[in-house]
């Protein structure tokens, strides 16, 4: 399978080429050129097989230029229960008869992240070998939080990689920041921006689009890449885990084959719920993909809308992973549903760039309200949300998969829809211990009171033991305290990799 530029779709590589580059050099994301289906004896088949087994069976459909040893080998590396604490990689908590949360947030970093980001650097490598590449690989990433930490964890001390992440200065939540700052390796840098998410991602698409400075790397033998979702090697694992909660559900007898779910997704950058409607796209069965927003609930109004605003304010909020006005993926989605009109979406991103806002056509509206439903939750909501969940199920859920639990809620009463409905639970609440213990127990609960302190009380309160991951970081050395403007972020690449 070939992959095409959503900005030339003249240009067409193999998976490994894709993986490598990340970024079209043109500014684009790589796709598929066509699609696999998958039909209901695979599913059947799927339902007996383990998270391991069932990723092969996505990934070597899109990823045909890698051996079955080579994709094994990655996905058994990614997958393991010493990194994911548990037997099954992506669990699903039934919630209710009509909704089911799935458990994305097992892994090393206690975010959803981490599905894709333990495999893509064996992805990554693997495709430098197939591409006889010689130069070292520079990954640059942006993260509203968890995307960070989990490549960080990732690629340390991966042999032929470096990795610098860059993450707004007062936009991630302070678990999220100790991650970062405390990480090791000898293959990692971390600085903060002065700014929000937005100002950090566009930093990194202008390091990746500057041509001299590319060429800069590549006289000091170092070649650019990305693990943020614009990869595609970052994206495509995501497409697994909703085929193995269908599995899952199957197999338990909580749906029969065949029978249509609906998947809500909390999102900002709409790589997940992309992940998602590639499901649907190859045949899973899917009815309606619901997209949840916080407060930046740009696109809970593209949806609903069809316009594409950033021009906004910028809200700081308790879900900060989701405080994000550039959605990256959502370029992917247009191109599917335009009929791959590279031109079109060429000119999309262009006044997306120069005036921060551009509006899709009347074929393209009617497409996004078949496939999405959207909603948005504001803090107070999504509060309430956390504390509604605890009160009636004993569930304690973060604040990113509340926002999405919250719009799921709206949906229902307004829709009436009673399909059963697999809600994506996104990260720990112990990743978001103060705002889920203030949603509890009000916000005397948390005054004076330290982090570790925190996850002490959420896991007495909750029942759910604290993630080694986390509880370790007590203790550990500050190793990263850069705070740079976005016009030094080409800078701080560059004092990293020591070139001039």
């Known amino acids: 399978m070939h992959y095409q530029s959503t900005r030339n779709k003249c240009i067409s590589v193999s998976s490994a080429e894709a993986i490598q580059k990340g970024l079209s050099a043109e500014g684009g994301l790589f796709v598929p050129e066509s699609f696999p289906s998958v039909d209901g004896e695979d599913t059947e088949l799927l339902k007996d097989k383990s998270y391991n087994e069932r990723a092969y069976f996505i990934l070597s459909k899109f990823l045909d230029d890698f051996t079955e040893n080579e994709l094994f080998d990655c996905i058994n590396k990614a997958y393991t229960k010493e990194k994911f604490e548990t037997e099954n990689v992506a669990p699903v908590y039934k919630l209710n008869d009509t909704t089911y949360f799935l458990e994305l947030w097992h892994g090393p970093t206690c975010a959803f992240k981490d599905m894709a980001l333990q495999i893509l650097p064996h992805l990554l490598t693997t495709s430098m070998k197939k ?78 689009t500057d041509n001299g400075y590319g060429e800069l790397l590549s006289n000091n033998h170092f070649k650019l890449s990305s693990a943020n979702s614009i990869n595609w090697g970052r994206l495509v694992p995501q497409i697994v885990y909703y085929f193995s909660a269908y599995a899952d559900l199957l197999k338990v007898g909580e749906i029969q084959n065949g029978n249509k779910i609906n998947i809500v997704v909390p999102t900002g950058n709409f790589g997940n719920i992309l992940a998602a409607y590639y499901a649907k796209k190859m045949g899973l069965p899917i009815s309606k993909l619901i997209c949840a927003s916080n ?145 509890l127990n009000g916000h005397n609960a948390v005054v004076g009171k330290d982090e570790f302190t925190l996850l002490k009380e959420l896991s007495a309160q909750s029942g759910m033991t604290i993630p080694a991951s986390l509880a370790e970081l007590k203790g550990k050395a500050v190793l990263f305290d850069t705070v740079c403007d976005k016009d030094q972020m080409q800078q701080i690449v560059s004092d990293f990799l020591k070139v001039e």
């Open 131 to 208: 591409n006889n590449e010689d130069k070292e690989v520079v990954i640059l990433v942006a993260t509203s939080g968890d995307t960070g930490k989990a490549a960080l964890e990732g690629f340390k001390n991966v042999p032929g990689t470096r990795i610098v992440v860059f993450y707004p200065n007062k936009g991630v939540s302070e678990i999220q920041k100790l991650q970062m700052i405390t990480q090791e390796g000898d293959n990692v840098a971390v600085a903060a921006v002065s700014g929000n998410f937005d100002d950090a991602q566009n930093g990194v698409k202008k390091i990746f």
């Open 295 to 439: 407060s930046n609930n740009i696109l809970t109004d593209f949806i609903n809308t069809g316009v594409y605003d950033k021009n906004r304010d910028f809200h700081t909020t308790v879900s900060p992973s989701m405080d994000i006005l550039i959605s990256s993926n959502l370029e992917r989605f247009l191109y599917d549903i335009s009929g791959n009109d590279d031109k079109l979406i060429s000119g999309f991103m262009s006044d997306l760039a120069e005036n921060g806002k551009y509006e899709v056509n009347d074929d393209m509206k009617s497409k996004i309200k078949e496939f999405f439903w959207a909603g948005c939750s504001d803090d107070e909501e999504t509060m309430a949300s956390i504390k509604k969940c605890f009160g009636e199920y004993s569930y304690v859920i973060d604040t990113h998969t509340a926002v999405a639990k919250s719009v799921y809620d709206k949906y229902a009463a307004q829709t009436k829809d009673t399909t059963k409905t697999v809600i994506a639970s996104t990260a720990s609440p112990f990743k978001f211990n103060q705002s889920v213990l203030i949603a």
